[in-house]
C-alpha cells in the first residue's frame, strides 16, 4: 500500500469596496473582507516514497478541526482585528469553499497577518450561546486541545485502524504578505489564502510515515502541523501565489 496523507486546507481573505459617498462628500475609505475556507487532495510526490520500510503504510483523514483566535491584519504602521473570538475551523473535505465571516475594513494596505493556534480554554466560552459551545465540547475532553485529527491508519500491511489525533500546541504564527494586501479604491478586490499542506503532518523528518496514534509522536505531529501553514496573495481565488 502506498503511503499517502490526503488533506489540505486553505482560507481565503476577500476586500471589496462598499461604498464612495456623494459628490460633496471625499469617498468611504472602507472595505470589507471576507474569510473563506477550502480543502485540496493533492499531496506532493515527495512523500510517495518508495522502497521505504516502515510500520506505517498509509494514513488516511476524515475530518481535520483548528482552533483558532485574534486573526489580525497588519499595515505598516497600525493593525487591523479581524476576528479576536475563538472559533472551531472545521474542514470541508469535500473541497468545496466555505464562508466563514466577513468584517468591514478600511482601505489598508496589509504586509501581514497573524493569527492564533489556540488550545481551548472554558473560559474562553464565557458569554457564548449554547449553540455556539457545542462546537468546542471535543476540545476541551479530558484536556484542552487545540486541533483534532481524525483519521485511518494502516500498520504493517494491516487492516484499517481508526485513530484521534489531539495537540496541545499554542502557537502564534506571524506570515508576511509577499506580495502585500491592498484594500483600496483602485484596487477594491483582494484575497489572500491561508494553506494548510498536510504532506508532511505525520511523517518524521526523513519523510517516513508516524503513527498518530503513539503518544510519543505528538510533539513531532504538533510541530509539523504549526510549520505547514503558508499564507499568500492569491487575488484570482485558485489557491496558488499570485505574482
Known amino acids: 500500500?502506498?503511503?499517502?496523507?490526503?488533506?489540505?486546507?486553505?482560507?481565503?481573505?476577500v476586500?471589496?469596496?462598499?461604498?464612495?459617498?456623494d459628490s460633496t462628500s471625499p469617498p468611504t475609505q472602507i472595505g470589507s473582507l471576507s474569510l473563506s475556507a477550502g480543502y485540496s487532495t493533492s499531496p506532493p510526490s515527495a512523500y510517495q516514497k518508495v522502497g521505504v520500510v516502515a510500520a506505517v503504510d498509509s494514513i488516511k483523514i476524515s475530518r481535520a478541526r483548528f482552533s483558532l483566535r485574534d486573526i489580525t491584519f497588519k499595515g505598516q504602521e497600525d493593525s487591523l482585528n479581524y476576528i479576536t473570538s475563538p472559533f472551531i475551523l472545521e474542514v470541508n473535505l469535500s473541497g468545496a469553499l466555505q464562508n466563514v465571516a466577513v468584517v468591514n475594513v478600511p482601505f489598508r494596505t496589509y504586509r501581514r497577518v497573524e493569527f492564533d493556534v489556540h488550545r481551548v480554554e472554558p473560559a474562553d466560552l464565557t458569554?457564548?450561546?449554547d449553540s455556539e459551545r457545542a462546537q468546542?465540547?471535543?476540545?476541551?475532553?479530558?484536556?484542552?486541545y487545540s486541533i483534532i485529527i481524525n483519521g485511518t491508519?494502516?500498520?504493517?500491511?494491516?487492516?484499517?485502524?481508526?485513530?484521534?489525533?489531539?495537540s496541545r500546541i499554542n502557537?502564534?504564527?506571524?506570515?508576511?504578505l509577499v506580495p502585500e494586501l491592498v484594500v483600496s479604491e483602485t484596487s477594491p478586490i483582494a484575497n489572500v489564502t491561508i494553506l494548510l499542506s498536510s504532506a508532511n503532518w505525520f511523517c518524521n523528518a526523513g519523510g517516513v510515515l508516524v503513527d498518530p496514534s503513539e503518544l510519543q509522536n505528538e510533539s513531532l505531529i504538533s510541530e509539523n502541523l504549526k510549520n505547514s501553514i503558508r499564507v499568500f496573495k492569491d487575488n484570482n481565488k485558485d489557491g496558488s501565489k499570485d505574482n
Open 1 to 13: 500500500m502506498s503511503k499517502h496523507i490526503f488533506i489540505c486546507a486553505l482560507v481565503s481573505v
Open 15 to 21: 476586500g471589496m469596496l462598499v461604498g464612495c459617498g
Open 127 to 129: 458569554g457564548l450561546p
Open 136 to 144: 468546542f465540547a471535543d476540545f476541551l475532553a479530558g484536556d484542552r
Open 153 to 166: 491508519v494502516y500498520l504493517n500491511g494491516g487492516g484499517p485502524q481508526p485513530f484521534v489525533f489531539r
Open 171 to 176: 502557537a502564534r504564527q506571524r506570515i508576511d
